[in-house]
Structure formats: structure tokens, C-alpha cells
């Protein structure tokens, strides 16, 4: 009787100790997995500032409207409530927006005017990007640039 109730005892030690050896097993995967892909975030990190380093940087044009005509706002104020107006042609008529209203997240500083040859006048809103496509990091560079033709700004000077 002594010999069965030790061979009980025993074999819920072994089972214990099986358990035991199994959950030491699976903390050590669970480290090593968790080492392991903290080393790939590193290297993919590395990667990407490598990428940046040798990849430039471009304006490019999201969006592009054709418009029929520009000004400014009053020159009083200050750079946050200086804004242009421009006229678009849409199928209901003519519409009259702001650039503070409908790009509100670009500031009057990054808003240009360019005189080229143009005969139709035109606005063009860019972002500037990575020219390489595997680069993820976005710049948050924006720019609003409107090409009217040569000859049509007007510079409007007074002295008080």
C-alpha cells in the first residue's frame, strides 16, 4: 500500500515537473520572439532612415483647377487673416471661395503667385513628397501656387 501511494506521489511529481518545463519553454519562445522582433523594427527603422538619406524630396500636384480670377484680401491684419480670393467656373455658375477656406491648413506665407505663360490662370495645390515609394514618413510640407499670366499682377502701393 506505502508502494502505490509513492508511486501516485511520484507521478503527480513528474507531471509537475513536465508542466513546469513546458511553461519555462514557452516564456522562452515568447522572448525570443519578442527580442527578435524588436531587432527587425530596429533594422526596418535603419532602413528607412538610410532611405530618406539618399532619397529627395518633390513638389508634387494633388490638385489643379483652372480659375478666372484673383485677389487679394484687405492688407490690414495680421498673416492669419490674410487671405486670396478666386473665382472657379463649376456647373451651377460662377463660385467665389477663400483660400483660408479651402485650404485652411496652408498659411498665406505658402501661398504664391507665379506669372508665366499662361493664357488660362490656374491654381495648383502640391504636397511635397519622398521620391522613393517604400519610404512610409510623410513631410507635411503644402504649398498653394496660383500661374496667371504675365502682365496681371497689380502692385497697389500706398503712403500714409
Given at each position: 500500500?506505502i508502494?502505490n501511494?509513492?508511486?501516485?506521489?511520484?507521478?503527480?511529481?513528474?507531471?509537475?515537473?513536465?508542466?513546469?518545463?513546458?511553461?519555462?519553454?514557452?516564456?522562452?519562445?515568447?522572448?525570443?520572439?519578442?527580442?527578435?522582433?524588436?531587432?527587425f523594427?530596429?533594422?526596418e527603422?535603419m532602413?528607412?532612415?538610410?532611405?530618406?538619406?539618399?532619397?529627395?524630396?518633390?513638389?508634387?500636384?494633388?490638385?489643379q483647377n483652372?480659375?478666372?480670377?484673383?485677389?487679394?484680401?484687405?492688407?490690414?491684419?495680421?498673416?492669419?487673416?490674410?487671405?486670396?480670393?478666386?473665382?472657379?467656373?463649376?456647373?451651377?455658375?460662377?463660385?467665389?471661395?477663400?483660400?483660408?477656406?479651402?485650404?485652411?491648413?496652408i498659411?498665406?506665407s505658402?501661398?504664391f503667385?507665379?506669372?508665366?505663360?499662361?493664357?488660362?490662370?490656374y491654381?495648383?495645390y502640391?504636397?511635397?513628397?519622398?521620391?522613393?515609394?517604400?519610404?512610409?514618413?510623410?513631410?507635411?510640407?503644402?504649398?498653394?501656387?496660383?500661374?496667371?499670366?504675365?502682365?496681371?499682377?497689380?502692385?497697389?502701393?500706398?503712403?500714409?
Amino acid at each position: 500500500m506505502i508502494t502505490n501511494n509513492s508511486k501516485v506521489v511520484l507521478d503527480l511529481h513528474e507531471s509537475s515537473v513536465i508542466a513546469l518545463h513546458l511553461f519555462i519553454w514557452f516564456i522562452s519562445i515568447v522572448i525570443i520572439l519578442w527580442f527578435l522582433f524588436g531587432v527587425f523594427i530596429f533594422f526596418e527603422d535603419m532602413r528607412e532612415k538610410k532611405l530618406i538619406r539618399c532619397s529627395r524630396l518633390e513638389w508634387f500636384t494633388i490638385e489643379q483647377n483652372d480659375i478666372l480670377s484673383l485677389q487679394s484680401s484687405d492688407e490690414n491684419g495680421s498673416d492669419n487673416d490674410k487671405f486670396y480670393r478666386y473665382a472657379l467656373s463649376i456647373e451651377q455658375g460662377i463660385q467665389i471661395k477663400q483660400t483660408n477656406q479651402t485650404f485652411p491648413d496652408i498659411p498665406i506665407s505658402n501661398i504664391f503667385i507665379h506669372e508665366t505663360d499662361t493664357s488660362k490662370p490656374y491654381y495648383a495645390y502640391q504636397e511635397v513628397k519622398y521620391t522613393d515609394f517604400r519610404i512610409k514618413q510623410k513631410p507635411e510640407k503644402k504649398r498653394l501656387i496660383f500661374f496667371v499670366p504675365k502682365g496681371t499682377v497689380q502692385n497697389l502701393f500706398r503712403v500714409t
